[in-house]
């Protein structure tokens, strides 16, 4: 597991969740139409594949509300299709009710990190804030996950080698009793 952020209350909200039924995880963008729409696609179908449906709550938000009710960025989707996964979430914005609806709240970049501090209404409500980086464990000089919103197609790539080995490592890590 990278080390990205890595502290005691990360540590024990990890622990305290695992074999939890079921896990409710909320990943967070900026815009809700490029990387957390897709780490939702991603984690969803390693779960549907281990059958594991009922054991998992899965859903993402942007802390920018100006794309709510659009689907992912179609060079978003394009790239996610290739591997597989099919995106039809319709993007939202965050909103403060999230830290009582979810366990944990991953943000995909230190400044989606930074905004979900500033609209934590509690300490317990900030102790669900864990960085996407967290459970990535590939060899990568990011320790964040890129917007990819004006990059090219490697932008999109990237994104979604990143959230493939992190959603593998964050269900194995949840799904173990
Ligand atoms: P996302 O990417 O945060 O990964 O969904 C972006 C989407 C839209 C914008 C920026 C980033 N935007 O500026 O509209």
Redesign the pocket.
């Known amino acids: 597991m990278a080390n990205y952020g890595a502290n005691r209350k990360t540590d024990d909200l990890i622990n305290s969740l695992k074999g939890k039924k079921p896990v409710k995880v909320l990943f967070v963008?900026?815009?809700?139409?490029?990387?957390?729409?897709?780490a939702e696609g991603v984690l969803r179908s390693i779960v549907e594949a281990n059958g594991d449906n009922e054991a998992w709550v899965i859903d993402s938000a942007?802390?920018?509300g100006?794309?709510a009710g659009d689907l992912?960025?179609r060079r978003?989707r394009v790239h996610a299709q290739r591997r597989g996964y099919d995106l039809v979430h319709r993007?939202r914005k965050f909103r403060t009710s999230d830290f009582d609806d979810f366990d944990i709240i991953i943000p995909?970049?230190a400044s989606?990190e930074s905004d979900l501090h500033q609209l934590a209404p509690t300490i317990e409500a900030e102790a669900k804030i864990i960085p996407m980086m967290k459970f990535v464990s590939l060899a990568t000089r990011y320790d964040y996950?890129p917007?990819?919103?004006?990059e090219g197609a490697e932008g999109f790539e990237l994104?979604l080698d990143l959230l493939e080995d992190g959603c593998a490592n964050l269900y194995h890590t949840f799904s173990r009793n």
């Open positions: 963008c900026l815009g809700n139409i490029c990387r957390s729409p897709a942007g802390t920018y100006g794309h992912p960025d978003m993007s995909m970049d989606n996950v917007d990819p919103y004006y994104v």
